[in-house]
Every structure is written in structure tokens, then in C-alpha cells.
């Protein structure tokens, strides 16, 4: 169903297309997520990062910022890498089916489930806590910059992805990344794996490009 540019979260949220994940109700409530929960969650986080880092003497601003600058392109790659290499992961036994379809099949059944457009807490605090524990361990001095801009980058990218799905808004560049994404929903999943950026398709040649990115019939 398409919706209007001027389509309020509530009226998005009314819309909402759903069908059932599991067979357990409390396992069933978890994992339906409103798409504020993840700036309800990182702002804080990315907050307080950002504070340590400039409350450290040494650190200097411009290089602060070009940390955080740099830790929100690294999410483009990490992106573009989960949602190609495990989101869509070959479903060759039924260990990789389960995995593709908890993780992101649910997503293609029901993309117009707007509850599941984010990923729930349990899942996306673990990992944030994984990648946390990277940038210090991998990042120098300036890890807390980095793991600021990774996450702000993902909660950006967390926006995106709700607006392409519920909303229609009239800037170039927004039809364009909207137009990306419902080829890889609607007309094949091997093609355009990045929402928030399509760099790393066209670096790695997995941007649609017309008929001949079509599977082709036999």
C-alpha cells in the first residue's frame, strides 16, 4: 500500500501489514519493535560516548569529528556485508533457512510489517555491545568517536529504512534510494543490498542494472 509523504508515523503504523513469527505469544510480542525504540535506546548511548571523548583533554575536535565521520562510513560497509553475506544467507540446509528467515526472511513475507522494520533489543544491544568492545579494542584513542558515528549511522540507516517502506517523500534523492530498495524487495533479492548508501553496491557489482540484473529464465 503506498503511503503520502505526508503520512503521519501513527497512520504508517495503522497500516501495518503483519503475519506471525512464532508459536509462543511472548516470543511473539518481543519481536514486534516500534521503529522509535532504537533512538529511544542509542541516543543516550552516543550521547554519553560522545561526551567522554570530548571531555578528554588530548583528543582534539576536528580529529573527534573526523572519527565520528569515519565511524559512520564503516556502518555502510558493515551494512552492506550483514545484509548480503547473512541476511541473505544461501539456504542450503535448513539451519541457513531459519537463519535467513528469523533474521530477514520475515522481512520479505511482510515488508510492509512496520514493527518488524528494526531489529528488537535482545538482538541489537549484544551486538552493539560486540562492536562497542571492537572500536576500543581496534579504534585508538579515538574508539568512542567511531563507535559514536557507527551507531548513529545505523540509527540513520533504521530511519531510512522505515521511510522507504511508509513513505513517499518528493526529494531526488530519497526516490532514488526508495527506488533501490523496492527493486531488492519486489524484483530480485541479489541486487542492491545497501539502503543508507549505495556505494558498496556499485563497488562490488551488485547494482541493479535493468534486465540483465533479473534472474533469467530457463
Known amino acids: 500500500m503506498e503511503a503520502s509523504g505526508k503520512k503521519s508515523l501513527k497512520e504508517a503504523m495503522a ?124 579504534g585508538g584513542e579515538y574508539y568512542l568517536p567511531q563507535f559514536s558515528g557507527f551507531v548513529t549511522a545505523y540509527m540513520v540507516y533504521d530511519f531510512i529504512h522505515f521511510a522507504t517502506h511508509f513513505f513517499n517523500w518528493k526529494s531526488a534523492w530519497f526516490r532514488k534510494i526508495k527506488e533501490n530498495h523496492m527493486r531488492h524487495h519486489f524484483l530480485t533479492n541479489k541486487y542492491n543490498f545497501g539502503l543508507s548508501s549505495p556505494l558498496w553496491d556499485y563497488v562490488f557489482f551488485t547494482i541493479f542494472r535493468g534486465k540483465q540484473s533479473l534472474p533469467q529464465e530457463k
Open 15 to 138: 497500516t501495518s501489514e503483519t503475519i506471525r513469527m512464532f508459536k509462543w505469544d511472548w516470543m511473539e510480542r518481543l519481536s514486534h519493535v516500534h521503529p522509535a525504540t532504537p533512538f529511544v535506546i542509542y541516543i543516550p548511548v552516543v550521547s554519553v560516548a560522545m561526551y567522554f571523548a570530548f571531555m578528554q583533554p588530548h583528543l582534539q575536535v576536528q580529529w573527534i569529528l573526523a572519527h565520528f565521520a569515519l565511524g559512520m562510513f564503516i556502518w555502510t560497509l558493515i551494512e552492506y556485508l550483514m545484509h548480503r553475506f547473512f541476511f541473505h544467507i544461501p539456504q542450503t540446509n535448513k539451519v541457513f533457512e531459519m537463519i535467513y528467515f528469523y533474521s530477514h526472511g520475515i522481512h520479505h513475507d511482510a515488508p510492509n510489517d512496520a514493527t518488524r522494520l528494526v531489529m528488537p533489543p535482545g538482538a541489537s544491544l549484544p551486538l552493539a555491545t560486540l562492536f562497542y568492545f571492537g572500536f576500543k579494542a581496534w
